[in-house]
């Protein structure tokens, strides 16, 4: 869908302020109050006003409808795909990234590899920050979406642009404190890769990680799990590490 387009609507929730005014499935919702719709987050967010000026099409025919609502009365429209400008996929190159290790023949859907920070708001879908511009950031700040979920990894900056295969990944410590700065939080991951990013770099990512709590609101530690069409040359955790890694989490929570 050409990003103009706003997203097509796929549900009208019975005795809704949508149904009233006559939106039906099918219909394509691209504009609230003149902002045109790039996902469900700008719905919400443009759809909070108690007077709202929606352009819907129909068959290819634009109509104008003006709203004016209480605050809880819902629209209530749901929609065929959250975004409606597509996704944004993952142009890193982790060594351990699972759906790379995915067999051949897989249905599509099964090999996307998202790194899209609106589905991080929305879904819950870790996320690297690599991708964001200053348009990014901006709608971040302006829209408060918080928490995010982000894939750390490593919070040294050299070892973690080796663990996302990109060389050019910025400083996910300054990314978290400018999300601090706006008062937005951020639940974060670590997936241990053993001699990588495990002993001595794991205890420093996490006493920075700490450090920026509540900023920070969760870590979870996750240890590298491997498929056998794993193509990266790593290997899991042996029964001596994974035990070692437990103990330095459990001393560190």
């Not at 990944?169 to 974060?188: C, F, H, K």
Request: hydrophobic content about 40%; glycine content about 8%; aromatic content about 6%.
């Amino acid at each position: 869908m050409i990003a103009d387009q706003g997203g097509v609507i796929a549900r009208v929730a019975p005795g809704s302020v949508g149904e009233e005014v006559g939106i039906e499935p099918g219909d394509r919702l691209v504009s609230i109050n003149g902002v045109v719709l790039r996902d469900v987050v700008d719905y919400q967010f443009y759809g909070a006003e108690e007077c709202l000026d929606l352009v819907v099409e129909r068959t290819g025919e634009r109509h104008n409808l003006h709203i004016e609502r209480d605050l809880d009365e819902k629209l209530g429209l749901e929609f065929s795909t959250p975004l409606f400008d597509g996704l944004r996929e993952c142009a890193n190159h982790c060594p351990f990234c699972f759906v790379r290790q995915m067999p051949r023949g897989m249905r599509r859907t099964l090999c996307l590899r998202d790194d899209d920070y609106r589905l991080s708001f929305l879904q819950g879908n870790y996320v690297t920050l690599t991708n964001l511009d200053e348009t990014d950031w901006q709608r971040i700040a302006e829209q408060r979406l918080s928490p995010l979920y982000v894939s750390v990894h490593a919070t040294d900056a050299a070892l973690r642009r080796r663990l996302l295969g990109n060389p050019d990944a910025p400083d996910v410590l300054e990314q978290i404190e400018r999300l601090a700065g706006l008062g937005l939080s951020v639940n974060a991951q670590i997936v241990v890769v053993p001699e990588w990013n495990d002993g001595e770099a794991l205890r420093r990512s996490i006493d920075a990680l700490g450090s920026l709590w509540p900023t920070v609101r969760s870590l979870a530690v996750v240890p590298v799990g491997l498929t056998r069409y794993h193509r990266g040359g790593l290997r899991v955790h042996t029964p001596e590490e994974a035990g070692a890694l437990l103990d330095l989490v459990d001393a560190m929570a």
